[in-house]
């Protein structure tokens, strides 16, 4: 809670405040039973989030929080936040936007870059895996869309199209023979991203970027208990689970559909990221500004989910054109037997 602390001693708010607050949250636990030690595990649940403690004095404290982290964002930048508003969540066609950028001094691109900076300070706060709920609600609001057990994510790659890049040009053409950053994303059953990786250029391969990320580590190390959900793209893990190639019919054939209908809501999320901001159509930036505009866009897709906003175009389920689905990797799959006995034990 120091972050709490710190930005209600900076909003001017008296010590002596903060100290009657500070012993209202002495050895609180959340109604989930976890003890409070940061905000990301403020979580309402039956009993109210702390006892003792209403929401409303919650919500009250949060937004000191809030305000004290954008100040940055709101003083500095606040004209030039109303102009990014218009290209990033711009829902005109490309070429509009292009012919927005155009006009574009090099001072205004430069705040642009700026807004797009401040806004990556909040990644952390806005997109944390598995989520700001406990991991027991991420498992059930997952098992529910098919009856998929212990899935606290689902993860895909999607192309985000780029102008050819003057250096090591080559590395960005994708097996589609365009240009573009190839970014992992991972989300949950209400199309909060979870996870992002948006640094790798178009021709790496979608199983290479999970077995680099720092997630898989963490997977490896056994700091989650759950599982993820991947395409026939990535290699079948202990904690990353794919269709079967060839399925039987029966047992196989139900966890096959089950899964397939379970990671659709990757699909979806993209889909609706990138309905929502259509710049990521085609960024016309260097390879480096591309990735910290993607970041930018997955927060503020997640704001936007937050809120409840409505989604500017129905998004296109069925499958992202700005990405391939080969062969499976030739890893070593040494998932299976996680695979065998959960396609065993549920859909039997």
């Known amino acids: 809670m120091g972050e709490l602390w710190y930005?209600?001693?900076?909003?001017?708010?008296?010590?002596?405040?903060?100290?009657?607050?500070?012993?209202?949250?002495?050895?609180?636990?959340?109604?989930?039973?976890?003890?409070?030690?940061?905000?990301?595990k403020w979580v309402q649940g039956g009993g109210g989030i702390i006892p003792g403690i209403s929401f409303e004095t919650l919500c009250l404290l949060l937004a000191v929080l809030m305000d004290r982290l954008t100040d940055e964002v709101r003083q500095e930048y606040l004209r030039t936040m109303m102009f990014a508003d218009d290209i990033l969540m711009c829902n005109e066609s490309m070429e509009k936007v292009e012919e927005c950028l155009e006009v574009c001094s090099g001072e205004k691109r430069n705040e642009i870059r700026n807004v797009t900076v401040a806004l990556k300070r909040l990644l952390y706060w806005f997109v944390v895996f598995p989520g700001h709920r406990p991991t027991r609600f991420i498992k059930e609001g997952c098992h529910k869309i098919a009856g998929f057990p212990g899935v606290i994510g689902c993860t895909d790659g999607t192309h985000i199209p780029i102008i050819?890049?003057?250096?090591?040009?080559?590395?960005?053409?994708?097996?589609?023979?365009?240009?573009?950053?190839?970014?992992?994303?991972?989300?949950?059953a209400a199309n909060i991203i979870t996870n992002v990786e948006a640094k790798w250029p178009g021709s790496v391969h979608d199983s290479q970027i999970f077995r680099e990320c720092t997630l898989s580590t963490k997977f490896g190390h056994g700091e989650f208990t759950g599982y993820l959900l991947g395409d026939r793209g990535y290699p079948c893990l202990p904690y990353l689970l794919t269709p079967y190639s060839d399925p039987e019919p029966g047992p196989q054939q139900r966890y096959n559909l089950a899964n397939c209908r379970t990671r659709a809501r990757i699909e979806m999320t993209i889909g609706m990221l990138k309905a929502r901001l259509q710049c990521l159509q085609r960024l016309r930036v260097t390879p480096e500004r591309a990735c910290d505009i993607i970041v930018a866009c997955v927060i503020l897709h997640n704001i936007a989910t937050i809120r409840g906003e409505h989604c500017p175009s129905e998004p296109n389920i069925s499958s992202d054109p700005n990405h391939?689905?080969?062969d499976p990797p030739t890893d070593i799959q040494d998932g299976s037997a996680v695979r065998d006995t959960i396609c065993h034990n549920h859909f039997f």
Do not use: L, W
């Not at 010590?15 to 109604?31: I, L, P, R």
């Open 7 to 40: 930005c209600m001693r900076n909003s001017g708010v008296a010590e002596k405040y903060v100290k009657v607050v500070q012993d209202m949250f002495e050895d609180s636990e959340t109604a989930a039973g976890c003890a409070i030690s940061r905000i990301d």
């Open 324 to 326: 391939e689905h080969p």
């Open 164 to 188: 050819a890049p003057s250096v090591n040009e080559g590395d960005y053409v994708n097996r589609k023979s365009f240009h573009s950053i190839n970014v992992q994303i991972i989300c949950d």
